[in-house]
């Protein structure tokens, strides 16, 4: 069985602290129209759950239908994390997971309004090098060179 790593979910406080988008819906608020976001905010975070394991990621999606994913830690190509100065000051962040699993075969994963992302990052990083290890998995990267005449 899996040993649970780590467990957590888009931070909608630390959106509202993090974000011109999140101070604009705190000003909203004084005219009532910032409630409406903030719930739509609060309602999308909460029904997505993200857990991390040794080997694998899973992605618990929905609030009336659910549905479970999973990205092997293993396929997982690259974990980066993008932040702003606002977001730094609030300690939030976005991950964005390429993956050649199914999960991310339409783009990458991306994780928004992440607590201690940065901490978050490095331990998924240390957790995708111990999986590929582990299943002896390496990457080769094709480049194909432009050949003129």
């Known amino acids: ?3 649970l790593i780590d467990r957590f979910q888009s931070s909608t406080t630390g959106w509202l602290k993090g974000s011109f988008a999140g101070w604009g819906t705190l000003l909203l608020c004084l005219v009532g129209v910032g409630f409406v976001i903030l719930a739509v905010r609060w309602i999308g975070n909460k029904s997505t759950l993200y857990e991390v394991t040794d080997d694998r990621m899973i992605l618990y ?11 092997e830690l293993y396929r997982v190509k690259d974990v980066r994390l993008d932040y702003s100065i606002v977001n730094q000051i609030s300690g939030i962040g976005t991950l964005t997971i390429t993956s050649s699993d199914e999960t ?10 992440v607590e201690y992302a940065k ?6 990083r240390e957790l995708v090098s111990n999986a590929r290890r582990l299943r002896g998995v390496r990457e080769f990267d094709m480049v194909q060179e432009d050949v003129r005449d």
């Open 61 to 71: 999606r929905g609030i009336v239908r659910k549905s479970i994913d999973e990205v």
């Open 1 to 3: 069985m899996a040993q």
């Open 104 to 113: 991310t075969r339409g783009g990458p994963l991306v994780i928004r309004d």
């Open 119 to 124: 901490e978050r990052r490095e331990k998924l």
